[in-house]
């Protein structure tokens, strides 16, 4: 453990206390002490230690109900507690492990035991603690950006997912609106933002549909990766029905606004490497991937005219005969030397699902 354990050691006898904090002193621990239930309970909220040592047998609140409060409380819920007691009898041990205390140790107890027992629940609290900030730093990155039940896998094992960057096989869909300057030229504000709006909840949707994981937003562009952060074998085909029903959902999109709002995305997808994972400046993270085929997935982007849907070459090796294609040929692309082989989806092949 990088810091030091901190316990907290609660008895309404002095000596007790000072025995327990003593031993526990000279295993490197800091101590802090209580002598009732009601200051106890005071200073564990306040310090929120590693453990709690506490007896039973204390004034003003005893073990029992300084135990129950701390478990109820979220804030020190997660605080282990070992009761210390001479209160030792197999019916004061079993209504404190109901009450949430993760163990028990009669009186008198042997110093060796006691430390032991301590060594065990502060390297299982750490672990838990560790475990919590995982989940933490998996939903503050993805509950925004992937389907809710994406999240829960990978909540099921928070140790799947790695937030520094890797590198990996993936796809990249790029949509961005065509014609989307000049509409905005003749709306208010409110209203642009409302179209807007409109525009990505569509795409969102879409691309949440398949599992895949919104990456950025630049004003009306939207990029999602494929195959992260879970692992998808079939990550170019979900990123081909996600792109297939953004189009499809447009139509009964456009049938809600009039004639003059309505505008349609080009859509690219590339498959290739990329570095994966939370990147940007300290205080501002974003989970995304960086790379040549990202560029690429980008630069198709912007010659797709609307309702277009255009692919590599990788992406239509990796498809196989899942789709149906057609060939635009050799396409300069801008910033690369070299002409690029680029496709035109179709749509799925025959017998496929949509």
Known sequence: MSHRPTILVADDRED??????????????????????????????????????????????????????LKADLKTAHIPVLMLTAWGT???RVK?????????????????????????HLRIKHQTD???????????????????????????????????????????????????????????????????????????????????TISRYAGDLIMAIFNAPLPQLDHPLRAVRAALRLKRDMAAHHATLPDHLRTDF????????????????????????????????QRLEEIAVGGEILVDEATRQALGGAVQLEEKGLTPIRGRRELVMVYALQGLAEGKDP
């Open 96 to 120: 404190g492990l109901r009450l949430g205390a993760e163990d028990y140790l009669a009186k008198p107890f042997d110093y060796r035991e006691l430390l032991e027992r301590v060594k065990t």
């Open 130 to 212: 560790e475990l919590r900030a995982a989940e933490k730093a998996i939903r503050e990155t993805f509950a925004r950006y992937v389907s809710p039940k994406v999240v829960e896998r990978l909540l099921a094992d928070p140790t799947r997912v790695r937030l520094g960057g890797t590198q990996q096989p993936m796809t990249v869909l790029f949509a961005d609106l065509r014609g989307y300057t000049a509409v905005s030229e003749a709306l208010p504000p409110n209203e642009l933002v409302d179209l807007l709006n409109g525009y990505l909840t569509v795409a969102v949707q879409a691309v949440l549909a398949h599992e895949g």
């Open 90 to 92: 197999p019916e004061h």
């Open 266 to 297: 080009g859509i690219a997808i590339v498959t290739g490497e990329a570095v994966v994972g939370n990147i940007g400046a300290r205080e501002w993270l974003n989970y995304t991937a960086i790379g040549d085929m990202v560029n690429l997935a």
């Open 16 to 69: 007790n206390v000072a025995l327990v904090c003593d031993l526990l002193d000279m295993e490197g621990y800091q101590t802090l002490s209580a002598y009732d239930g009601q200051e106890a309970l005071e200073r564990i909220r306040e310090h929120l230690p590693d453990l709690v040592v506490l007896d039973l047998d204390m004034p003003i609140l005893n073990g029992y109900e300084v135990c129950t409060r």
